[in-house]
């Protein structure tokens, strides 16, 4: 079982829908991070939280609006999505506040499939 | 810039085989090294690692060793199951004490084993 768990599993939204998505994980970890996983590539990284505060955005649109109300939950706000943002979106966390060390892998859940119609 | 560059799939081998995914980096200063694999309909899951050059990362039953001379780190296991299945990706990150969120993947190459 993943320790970072995410909610809804799938989700199906339309252009004008407002939705969000969730993830959480109670491992202490201090670094939360958004991914967007399109069929047959690799994860592409949107955001990073490093101790509650946005510290990577990689030129997202306002779209997504990515929240951490506090360390152990990050949430994605998606208003007026486009049918190409359907993808896996997935969330991970580290330990170590976003700062790389032997110790500090990535976690990832196992991630929401969002289709937009 | 830094980038991964990983053999193109899929690769289809018959149970137990031997196994080789090649995967070759370009990176200033001195990265670590990362093999994630995801099963389907999961996220992805830390393999095995390597922070410095000659290390050796293992993890049921597969290896990589980072070869600075060669920029290489390439994914063996000596006797692959069906439960290997998967999408094996390589991923190039910070040295220790860098920012976690530049991980850089490569386009992962899906293994299929057939019993």
């Known amino acids: 079982d993943t320790e970072v768990t995410q909610t809804p599993k799938h989700l199906v939204m339309g252009m004008t829908n407002k939705k969000s998505l969730k993830c959480e994980q109670h491992m202490g970890h201090r670094a939360m991070y958004w991914y967007k996983q399109k069929a047959k590539k690799p994860p592409e990284l949107m955001f990073v939280y490093s101790y509650e505060k946005l510290s990577i955005n990689e030129s997202v649109p306002s779209r997504f609006s990515p929240e951490c109300p506090n360390s152990s939950l990050l949430n994605l706000h998606l208003h007026a999505l486009q049918p190409e943002d359907s993808a896996l979106y997935l969330c991970a966390s580290s330990p170590s506040g976003g700062v790389s060390s032997y110790n500090s892998p990535l976690h990832f859940g196992n991630g929401t499939r969002l289709t937009v119609t | 810039g830094d980038s991964v560059t990983q053999m193109e799939g899929p690769v289809t081998l018959s149970e137990e085989a031997f196994l080789t995914i090649n995967c070759t980096y370009t990176?200033?200063?001195?990265?670590?090294l990362f093999w994630y694999v995801q099963y389907p309909g999961e996220g992805l899951q830390l393999l095995l690692k390597?922070?410095?050059?000659?290390d050796k990362g293992s993890n049921k039953g597969f290896e990589a060793t980072y070869r600075k001379e060669t920029t290489s780190f390439h994914l063996e296991k000596g006797s692959v199951q069906v439960s290997d299945s998967a999408v094996y990706f390589c991923a190039l990150g910070p040295p220790e004490g860098g920012s976690q969120g530049n991980l850089i993947f490569g386009k992962g190459t899906k293994l299929s084993v057939k019993p």
């Open positions: 990176a200033t200063g001195y990265p670590s």
């Open positions: 390597a922070t410095k050059a000659d």
